[in-house]
């Protein structure tokens, strides 16, 4: 499983880096509205990677949405965030950072947004060396048209950077591997309380 991964990394590695360059400019554009301003501010950055994760379910009433998680030399570029196509205007804009003061400037290495049946509430997991975070997003935004945030668990236990992150089709077990090559299975007990509820080691 872990040679696979890799091996697929490198197949897909020349078309990503292409496509980071777009995001980067097209989403810096978006938050900070003059590149050129950013770069004189920050210095010239170096994006080693970046997540992207859909919401997988959009209501008739629902905006399309994503997470998407920089990983870059440059800490006040490095975020999560949750943006929302804003149909007024046709543009896309930031509703929500998934990082409490002490998080910010973290590089992020994996993001993962989880499907949802009938939770008041969307669950979002970001993966930095800290750990492998876990976040309630709210569905209603504020007059500013920012949605409510709330970190709810920091799973620890992978060996190094957490790479790839997955959830079930119910999005109450997350499923996740990293450098040291073993996948992880967490879900959270009738207490909302988060565990390890499996671990698998890779084969020979």
């Known amino acids: 499983m872990h040679t696979s991964t890799q091996e697929v990394g490198w197949i897909l590695r020349p078309y990503f880096y292409l496509f980071i360059g777009n995001i980067i400019s097209f989403f810096w554009q978006a938050e900070f509205q003059n590149v050129i301003e950013s770069v004189s501010t920050f210095g010239k950055a170096s994006c080693i990677s970046a997540s992207i994760s859909w919401n997988p379910h959009r209501g008739e009433s629902q905006d399309s949405s994503f997470v998407l998680g920089f990983n870059s030399d440059t800490p006040q570029l490095n975020s999560s965030k949750v943006w ?22 973290d590089q992020v290495h994996a993001v993962a947004w989880a499907p949802n049946i009938g939770r008041p509430y969307e669950v979002i997991a970001v993966a930095t060396l800290k750990g492998i975070a876990i976040w309630h997003l709210g569905l209603d935004p504020d007059l500013d048209g920012r949605l409510s945030v709330e970190k709810v668990a920091l ?21 996740t591997t990293g450098n040291d090559g073993m996948v992880r299975l967490w879900q959270s007990n009738l207490n909302g309380v988060w565990h390890e509820q499996a671990a698998f080691e890779p084969t020979s």
């Open 155 to 175: 799973l620890s236990g992978h060996e190094g950077k957490v790479w790839q992150m997955e959830w079930d089709m119910s999005g109450m077990t997350l499923a």
């Open 84 to 105: 929302e196509f804003d149909q007024a205007h046709q543009r896309w804009l930031p509703v929500a950072e998934l990082a409490l003061p002490g998080d910010k400037g």
